[in-house]
């Protein structure tokens, strides 16, 4: 009924895994549309970070707690109703607590139900692991889906508006780059980033490959 | 959830009851929580709402102590309740003597983007809008959101032409946005060069707004003069 | 205020606000299926007519709960419904177009979780669009989606055969294409003299 059982240990990994090794923006390549639209200011991208962050626990301690229950076959329905629920609640929760941040992110806070980070998670993780390792891993990933969306959020507010979290940071005579503000300015940003990341990795790669290289080598 | 491949061995009859009791389940928790969240917020919701409503609307009647809410119907008016078409409804703003300062009103029309949403207010006595505010956009930052700044654009708003005709139908000119500098009548809006596409969009939703409500506020002046008291 | 032409909603959807360019709409099966024409081709035609569906469906189901005053079930009915159009779609594909399915594979069931096809649903509950406009709305988005699809796609194929660096392989090159094309989009603004 319930998927192979392969469930691990609890371990620091397990939370530190969804923050940077398997960065579920930089790495894996997904919610990429909540990362590109909400970042155009520092604000809005620590909410909509908080907001798919909610969620995803939520969703997955429930996927996790019901894993044995849940059949096979209705697995995909059951999660994504599941998801759906969850995002209903936290729309309402915006809407109480700010109209400014809910008008500021608008659509797109339905739209974490289509996110496929949760759904991925829940398909991959949380219908296989216990509650407690789900919630973990599930607040890891979570962060770092937060922190991803700030790396964007900042470069693009203060290079675009010279403010962050409204505060004005840059000097007066700065023009700011309206590009960054702009659809485009999204793409560039990110691609950065991936850019930068990809940079470091292959350099890493490198040193690493130099060093079993000179232990082979040398005595 | 997809089958692609046939499948090789007969397939085991997929159990009914369990998937039954599974969703059943699921639907019961989902169905708690949303209820339960949408009861619990909705009166900070509705709360949110007002106060927005009200900041708005003491931005464009900057002079008005206390203000209510109507719905301006072709035939009268009547308080506004949460359900009243929101197209309808106006704002009166009254001073400390009750007097009426003016009337406010909304107005939205296609931008760039999306809907521009604008707040009016029509001064009875001068029969023409002198205030206006942006309340929602999302214009293209750096282009189109100069229409918030530019001291230009918002003289256009201090005294624009807001006279119903002779047969109290409608206004008796169109308000309507022209290409910047080419303004010569008191109920044209000049543009911002470089926005024309959102000062276009203010123009329109002022406009479809004022020809609805503005000829329904002078015929039904006495009775919204009267609603505070 | 939904008194558009249904030829602007149509212009609109396709060029000015395009969904994956200007409203970042369905990013992930544009980073990840613009590989080659053929494919992009399929998947915009797929996803295009799950949209039509979804859009029909939601607007269905829109009227039905203003009716019973239950709205705020629309997200979860919404999101049930555009799963069993993917669901539709599929049996219709496979039992018409064998090789179109085996060419689409995995991509097919991940159309539910393509944000465009959600967007729409939602956006056009926002602008109140009345039947023909949301139809309209719908194939304008698709026809969108898989003009973004088919110019990436175009550009990738020719890329893969020039010297690009290492480290912008991928995803960082196709981002950064996109945010040129994106930018080229914006010229259309005002296209069409901005509706009513």
């Not at chain 1, 626990?57 to 998801?83: F, H, T």
């Not at chain 1, 309402?92 to 806070?109: C, N, P």
């Not at chain 2, 959830?1 to 061995?9: G, N």
């Not at chain 3, 989606?145 to 392989?169: C, I, Q, Y």
């Amino acid at each position: 009924m319930s998927l192979v059982n392969k469930e691990e240990p609890l371990t620091l990994d397990t939370f530190v895994r969804g923050v940077w090794r398997e960065n579920p923006v930089f790495v894996t390549l997904l919610g990429m549309c909540p990362t590109l639209a909400v970042t155009n200011s520092a604000t809005n991208a620590i909410s909509m970070g908080l907001a798919t962050t909610f969620v995803l626990i939520c969703s997955n301690v429930l996927v996790s707690m019901l894993r044995k229950v849940i059949p096979k076959e209705v697995r995909i329905a059951a999660y994504i109703v599941l998801i759906a629920s969850f995002v209903t609640v936290v729309d309402y929760a915006i809407q109480a607590i700010s109209l400014e941040v809910y008008e500021a992110l608008g659509a797109f806070i339905q739209l974490i139900v289509v996110n496929c980070i949760i759904l991925g998670r829940a398909e991959a993780y949380a219908s296989r692991q216990t509650v407690v390792n789900t919630a973990v891993n599930s607040i890891g990933t979570g962060i770092g889906f937060t922190l991803a969306l700030l790396c964007l959020g900042v470069v693009r507010e203060v290079l675009g508006a010279g403010t962050l979290f409204s505060v004005r940071i840059l000097p007066d005579q700065f023009q700011p780059w309206v590009l960054m503000l702009l659809p485009a300015g999204g793409f560039f940003v990110l691609a950065g980033w991936l850019l930068l990341i990809d940079f470091m990795n292959v350099r890493k790669e490198r040193r690493a490959l130099e060093q079993q290289g000179a232990t082979v080598h040398g005595q | 959830m997809s089958a692609e491949a046939p499948v090789q061995a007969p397939v085991q009859a997929v159990p009914f009851l369990p998937m039954i009791r599974t969703l059943g389940l699921v639907s019961l928790i989902c169905g708690f929580a949303v209820t339960f969240a949408y009861q619990w917020t909705k009166p900070y919701v509705e709360e949110n709402q007002r106060i927005t409503t009200e900041r708005a609307v003491r931005a464009v009647l900057p002079g008005a102590v206390t203000q209510r809410a109507f719905v301006l119907g072709k035939d009268g008016i009547s308080p506004a309740a949460a359900d009243s078409p929101a197209e309808d409804v106006v704002y009166v703003g009254f001073d400390a003597a009750g007097k009426i300062v003016g009337i406010a009103a909304r107005g939205a029309s296609r931008g760039y983007a999306d809907l521009v949403h604008i707040m009016f207010s029509y001064d009875p006595a001068c029969e023409c809008i002198n205030a206006l505010k942006v309340t929602k956009m999302n214009e293209t930052p750096g282009l189109g959101d100069t229409v918030l700044k530019d001291p230009d654009f918002k003289r256009n708003f201090e005294a624009l032409d807001a006279r119903v005709n002779a047969e109290g139908t409608a206004l008796a000119n169109r308000i309507v946005t022209v290409k910047h500098g080419t303004k010569r009548e008191a109920w044209q809006i000049d543009a911002i060069s470089g926005s024309t596409v959102t000062s276009k969009a203010i123009g329109r939703g002022l406009d479809q707004s004022a020809q609805r409500l503005v000829p329904r506020m002078q015929r039904h002046l006495a009775e919204l003069e009267r609603g505070g008291r | 205020m939904a008194n558009e032409s249904l030829g602007f909603i149509f212009l609109n959807a396709l060029l000015i606000n395009n969904f994956v360019l200007a409203m970042f709409l369905g990013i992930c099966p544009f980073l990840g299926v613009s590989a080659k024409k053929d494919t992009a081709l399929n998947m915009g035609i797929a996803t295009t007519f799950v949209m039509f569906v979804s859009s029909m469906c939601a607007f269905g189901l829109n009227w039905l709960l203003v009716k019973l005053g239950i709205e705020f079930l629309r997200l979860i009915s919404y999101i049930v419904v555009i799963a069993s159009a993917v669901q539709l779609v599929e049996m219709i594909i496979k039992k018409y177009s064998p090789a179109l399915f085996r060419a689409l594979g995995i991509y097919l069931p991940l159309i539910t979780t393509n944000c465009a096809v959600l967007g729409i649903a939602v956006f056009q509950t926002a602008k109140n669009y009345d039947l023909a406009q949301s139809a309209v709305y719908s194939v304008g988005a698709g026809a969108g989606f898989t003009l973004a699809l088919m110019l990436m796609a175009g550009l990738r194929e020719k890329l893969a055969l020039a010297d690009v660096p290492s480290v912008a392989r991928g995803a960082g090159m196709t981002l950064m294409l996109a945010g040129l094309l994106s930018l080229a989009f914006m010229g259309f603004a005002g296209l069409g003299g901005g509706g009513d």
